[in-house]
């Protein structure tokens, strides 16, 4: 695939009646990673879930002392009521566990959505920049160079945060 792109690149440049391309490069983690509106709102997303962190962290330091007790008793208490206490410490756990996957499952999805609008805003402000600057490609995966001519990373960013409030 990169070899066809090469390719078409090079008949374009090279052909007689060809123009000149104006081609620019753009590297998407530096823009997400840089906005301070995705940085706003992650760190709304931990605030949001910090709550329920610490909950969690309270549980497992909870369950950790029933185990260090169990194991302590292991030799005074009865066959019987070693049981029990194993049983409830097993439901902590499954508890635990289940509360664990649910609370990540749901930061996940809020993040998954950030990042889908963060692409949808990204992908606008590229192709109004490219509209607006007469680029002929913009290019944003899998490249060996970019010489700083070509990377128009910086302004892709610099006109997010003038679009955002």
Known sequence: MRVLVIFCLSALCFSSNAQSLK?????????VFNLSQ???SIEEISREFDPKKQELLDLFRHIELLRINIESKNNTNT?????IELSK???LEENFETETKFWQQEINNKKINLLNKIETLVNKTINEFAIEEGYDLILYKDVAFV???????QKIIEKI???SP
């Open 89 to 91: 410490l097993r439901v």
């Open 79 to 83: 066959l019987g009521a070693n049981e």
């Open 38 to 40: 995705y940085k706003q």
């Open 161 to 163: 945060e003038k679009l």
């Open 147 to 153: 010489s700083n001519e070509v990377n128009i990373t």
């Open 23 to 31: 081609i620019g490069f753009i590297d998407t983690e530096q823009i």
